[in-house]
Nanobody, 120 residues
Framework: QVHLVESGGGLVQPGGSLRLSCAAS????????MNWYRQTPGKQRELVAT???????NYADSGKGRFTISTDNAVNTVYLQMNSLKPEDTAVYYC??????????????WGKGTLVTVSS
């Protein structure tokens, strides 16, 4: 059973930075993808960033140049470094984990999310 726990959210001023963490336990896929999504009430859920087991990363246009996804396999944790934050980055951020052996995301395991609020 995969268990994901996000942390690191909070209140930050525009232009500030936050680093989100997602600790994974019970993970077993050899080829996998880990994603960060965000959700704001009334808006469609957005895939923000992806990292696969071979280290390939992808970003939504909204985060390119500002967000960086990375992993520390020694502690089974994926991070999302967010810089130059904007009010429109306010959302609940979720991490997911899935098999990626086919080149497509398998059924994703979800964490419970962490709230990021960007406001002065």
């Amino acid at each position: 059973q995969v268990h994901l726990v996000e942390s690191g959210g909070g209140l930050v001023q525009p232009g500030g930075s936050l680093r989100l963490s997602c600790a994974a336990s019970g993970s077993s896929f050899t080829v996998y993808a880990m994603n960060w999504y965000r959700q704001t009430p009334g808006k469609q859920r957005e895939l923000v960033a992806t990292i696969t087991s071979d280290g390939t990363t992808n970003y939504a246009d909204s985060g390119k140049g500002r967000f960086t996804i990375s992993t520390d396999n020694a502690v089974n944790t994926v991070y999302l470094q967010m810089n130059s934050l904007k009010p429109e980055d306010t959302a609940v951020y979720y991490c997911t984990y899935s098999d990626y052996s086919t080149g497509y995301f398998g059924p994703e395991y979800w964490g419970k999310g962490t709230l990021v609020t960007v406001s002065s």
